[in-house]
């Protein structure tokens, strides 16, 4: 049974998801926006804003997990232009912005997830 486990599976693997959401989560920073399916955009939503408010601490604890997690020149702008931005903020870093029509080749709904 699935009670009480998070997240969406994707159909992959937990290495493969692990890479996937990455990919995304840098695709997201390094571009401020991106328009993918809607499940894509509400996982990538609850990693991004997790490494923003990691980002937020400005320690050298905070860098290194960030570190471990993403690629160099993405932990620099998460730490040094992203965070600091939103230093006031409790949350809600990234907004999603639901569209009408749907993918062409399997009508999957798409989204649009952007910085506020």
């Known amino acids: 049974m699935r009670h009480l486990k998070e997240g969406k599976k994707f159909g992959r693997k937990k290495g493969q998801r692990k890479a996937f ?4 989560a840098v695709n997201l920073i390094k571009h401020g926006k991106m ?6 955009a509400k996982e990538t ?3 991004v804003e997790r490494l923003i408010t990691h980002g937020k ?4 604890g905070a860098m290194r997990l960030l570190l471990s997690k993403l690629p160099k020149q993405t932990v620099y702008k998460i730490y040094h232009e992203i965070a600091p931005r939103y230093k006031d ?6 907004r999603i912005i639901k569209h ?7 009508g999957s ?3 649009t997830i952007e910085f506020v």
């Not at 009408?100 to 399997?106: F, I, K, L, P, S």
Request: proline residues 0%; aromatic residues 6%; hydrophobic residues 20%.
């Open 89 to 94: 903020r409790k949350g809600g870093y990234t």
């Open 35 to 40: 328009t993918t399916t809607e499940t894509r």
């Open 21 to 24: 959401l990455q990919g995304l």
């Open 109 to 111: 709904k798409k989204a």
């Open 45 to 47: 939503r609850r990693f």
């Open 57 to 60: 601490k400005q320690n050298i």
């Open 100 to 106: 009408t029509e749907r993918r062409v080749g399997d």
